[in-house]
């Protein structure tokens, strides 16, 4: 009997994937190799998924702690850029499939496997971002998405069809919600979230209480920064994963990090999505408050256009791409005078900064003071206003009378 072809699989042992293992199997006739990545979701101990997918019939299946790598060389991206799609969305799940993608490829070479296969569907971003990363790294392998090609056109077929086949799944036709969670944050769909009308249901939210119930005092939390990645809390040393995880509890005890938006899709269409995002928006928000310090007014200002290509770039799956590596050299150059400490104050859902200080500061007090202490040469300004204002004077004289809508 000749040997069958392998295939590496992205396995969460969730429905979808749950389904792909034995759909390989069954309608590929292929040998199975699945490879599930610890990002940091809700499971602290993912020994159980390993066991789970050899006991579905895979040939082999690996669990891979990938919570540091993803913190060190994906998040520091991330919050150089203050990463936000649509200026909302922390980009979780972009995030995380470049790393994994970069794993399977990987595992795809020590097995010798000629496929690669994803679970996912065929209108949703995810797809693009592991072919994406798969192509850029491997353009060899052969890439397989068996939820686009199968007849199963709901979750509740794929739950009958789990069922059929002896797959055991938590997913239930009560509770269809899909979920995506990493260090980062928990990203929620489906269910009654497909109307946007509808306000989300309490039991989404696991990582933060409702704002309502939260502490009727504020807590302040104060993040150290060196060269823009967070090293400290509260002054005591940290690394930047733990620093995350810390935050995700701290804030989230305070209802911070809910979102709820419709955002556009780079397949084309709008999609109503809730995200739950303690410690990125924390992060965010102060590693923010701290460049208003620390950097000069044009780069900060041309810094703010490039955030937002940034982030739709890594939206869109271009990780490993020249452009966004081209992004990445800017934003190191621009957080290395990044260092200092930030006092964020937590109270009901909000996140707002209420001190900032650094040894790199461009703030200077004897120039911003309207006191005694002022040093700034008022007389100055008169000159500065005359050549700002120049090119607009000769237009006004020349063109502007026909020009103005008054």
């Not at 040939?59 to 909302?88: P, V």
């Not at 040894?359 to 000159?383: C, M, P, V």
């Amino acid at each position: 009997m000749a040997e069958k072809e392998k295939v590496v699989l992205a396995y969460s042992g969730g429905l979808d994937t749950s389904c792909c293992l034995k759909w390989l199997q069954v309608e590929k006739n292929l040998d199975v190799i699945a490879i599930c990545g610890n990002v940091g979701q809700d499971e602290a101990d993912l020994e159980y998924i390993k066991n789970k997918a050899l006991e579905c019939g895979a040939i082999a299946s690996e669990a891979m702690d990938m919570r540091e790598e993803y913190a060190s060389k994906y998040l520091t991206k991330a919050l150089a850029a203050n990463g936000l799609y649509e200026n909302t969305y922390p980009l979780l799940s972009a995030l995380s499939r470049p790393l994994l993608s970069k794993h399977m490829v990987e595992a795809a070479h020590k097995y010798g496997a000629k496929y690669i296969a994803h679970g996912c569907t065929g209108k949703g971003n995810d797809q693009v971002r592991f072919e994406t990363a798969i192509k850029a790294l491997d353009p060899k392998l052969e890439i397989l998405a068996p939820v686009r090609d199968w007849e199963l056109h709901t979750r509740e077929e794929e739950i009958d069809w789990a069922a059929e086949h002896g797959v055991p799944v938590k997913a239930s036709k009560a509770s269809p919600y899909s979920i995506d969670d990493n260090v980062w944050g928990r990203a929620i769909e489906c269910g009654a979230l497909e109307n946007p009308w509808n306000e989300p249901p309490a039991d989404i939210w696991t990582l933060s209480v409702d704002p309502e119930n939260a502490p009727n005092e504020a807590e302040y939390v104060e993040i150290g920064f060196e060269k823009g990645v967070p090293c400290s809390l509260n002054g005591e040393e940290k690394s930047f994963l733990q620093i995350v995880m810390d935050l995700n509890v701290l804030a989230g005890k305070h209802g911070c990090g809910r979102i709820d938006m419709v955002e556009n899709r780079l397949v084309g269409v709008k999609s109503r999505e809730c995200y739950e995002t303690p410690a990125a928006e924390v992060l965010i928000v102060a590693h923010k408050a701290l460049e208003t310090l620390c950097l000069d007014r044009e780069t900060q200002h041309f810094k703010l256009n490039l955030e937002h290509q940034w982030s739709t770039t890594v939206y869109y799956g271009q990780w490993f791409s020249p452009l966004k590596n081209a992004l990445d050299a800017f934003f190191a150059e621009t957080q290395k005078f990044v260092t200092g400490t930030v006092k964020v104050k937590l109270y009901k859902g909000s996140c707002t900064v209420a001190g900032r200080t650094s040894e790199y500061s461009l703030y200077d007090y004897g120039l911003a003071s309207y006191t005694a202490a002022d040093t700034f040469d008022h007389k100055a300004a008169k000159g500065f206003i005359d050549l700002s204002a120049l090119p607009f004077a000769v237009w006004a004289e020349k063109q502007g009378h026909e020009a103005q809508d008054l």
